[in-house]
């Protein structure tokens, strides 16, 4: 359990530098992000996936491409919230994904859900009016660019859930990567700004830190009870407020603070009740 928590923290803070610096680079064109953070993680996997001779492309290749568009929706769509939103607001927000997932689960793939789950799951909604209605600083086009961004990752988590087995982990990302690439560099030509100095070595680490972030949670789920180390996820949350805090400067209001809380608590306990 000891090393399981260890690989938690490692994970999300490589996601909170990730998101960190995503949010630093508020003067580049979002899928120029986007470009730079899937081809760092497109070669990283890839080498990986050759070395270990696993079959790159994989068994259900229509499931993973369909998984691969979603994932880039939603990373572009909550790149373009942080240039609105402080980070740990950001993040924050965007971990009501799970509650998309089990809602699209239980249309789709005819899951059920507890009374006590739609309880927590309409309190982290609470918790999501809280933030907005009584905290003026909350620019709406952020939040809704966020909220949007979790619905399309609560969408992924559903279709990764249907591809099941069926394919190796980092073949699916593979494919994720790969698209992001393609997709970003396509979508960034007309705009592209050629980054300067050291500037170069910080985007190209976006898709390092994201894929020792990716790499570090799963270590953490094979060798501990998903049900003990899940919650440990939300600590990115309280790394990228002091990122924000002590980096960006940015400020939350008791309002603000109190409705993280409400969203985080309530996903956290969803997942120990989902789990048991």
């Known amino acids: 359990m000891k090393k399981a928590v260890l690989f938690m923290i490692i994970s999300t803070f490589s996601f909170s530098l990730m998101n960190s610096f995503v949010k630093y680079f508020n003067h580049i064109p979002t899928f120029e992000i986007v470009f730079f953070r899937t081809i760092g993680s497109l070669v990283l996997a890839t080498a990986y996936i050759l070395i270990k001779g696993i079959p790159i492309l994989g068994n259900n290749r229509k499931f993973m491409m369909f998984r691969a568009f979603a994932g880039i929706i939603a990373m572009s769509l909550f790149f373009m919230s942080l240039k609105y939103l402080p980070v740990g607001t950001a993040v924050s927000l965007r971990y009501l994904a ?13 899951e059920r859900l507890k009374p006590i789950q739609w309880f927590l799951f309409l309190f982290a909604f609470a918790g999501v009016l809280v933030l907005k209605g009584f905290d003026q600083n909350i620019n709406t086009t952020g939040l809704l660019l966020v909220l949007a961004a979790s619905v399309f990752s609560g969408l992924v988590y559903v279709i990764i859930r249907k591809i099941g087995n069926s394919d190796h982990p980092l073949v699916i990302v593979n494919y994720f990567m790969f698209v992001g690439t393609i997709v970003g560099a396509l979508l960034s030509i007309n705009n592209w700004v050629t980054p300067m ?70 996903l956290i306990t969803n997942v120990i009740i989902g789990k048991r």
């Open 98 to 110: 799970p509650i998309y997932a089990a809602i699209f689960a239980v249309f789709l793939l005819k």
């Open 197 to 266: 100095g050291s500037d170069w070595l910080l985007l190209l680490s976006l898709g390092v830190f994201g894929f020792f972030g990716q790499v570090f949670m799963t270590k953490a789920f094979q060798i501990a009870k998903t049900n003990l180390v899940a919650p440990l996820k939300y600590i990115e949350v309280i790394f990228t407020i002091m990122v924000g805090i002590f980096w960006f400067g940015d400020i939350y209001s008791l309002w603000s603070l109190l409705g993280i809380l409400m969203i985080v608590t309530a």
